[in-house]
Nanobody
Framework: QVQLVESGGGLVQAGGSLRLSCAAS????????MGWFRQAPGLEREFVAA????????YYADSVKGRFTISRDNVKNTVYLLMNSLKPEDTAVYYC?????????????????WGQGTQVTVSS
């Protein structure tokens, strides 16, 4: 079992930055690939970014590429999402997720565990 708790969300003006954190319980965090997804009201959950267990590979949605950076600290059992140049269309609930395999990390069914989410609101 892996329990995930997101933090760092909030209200920010367009052009601003936020850093989301996702703290994982358990001693096997380093065995999991990690991802961030988001869901805006009335829309389906969508992939944002993912990182392999070692941190050696990262993946991004086209909509956030160049603005968001995913990273992880396997000592602190935490994955981060640094979000720069935020836009109103980035407004959503952001979820972190853990996958036991690094296969198809852009797809939500690949993930085994999910956090409860943290709200990010970007004002124009």
């Amino acid at each position: 079992q892996v329990q995930l708790v997101e933090s760092g969300g909030g209200l920010v003006q367009a052009g601003g930055s936020l850093r989301l954190s996702c703290a994982a319980s358990g001693r096997t965090f380093s065995r999991y690939a990690m991802g961030w997804f988001r869901q805006a009201p009335g829309l389906e959950r969508e992939f944002v970014a993912a990182i392999t267990w070692s941190g050696g590979s990262t993946y991004y949605a086209d909509s956030v590429k160049g603005r968001f950076t995913i990273s992880r600290d396997n000592v602190k059992n935490t994955v981060y999402l640094l979000m720069n140049s935020l836009k109103p269309e980035d407004t959503a609930v952001y979820y972190c997720a853990a996958a036991s395999s690094s296969w198809s990390l852009t797809s939500s069914p690949s993930y085994d565990y999910w956090g409860q989410g943290t709200q990010v609101t970007v004002s124009s």
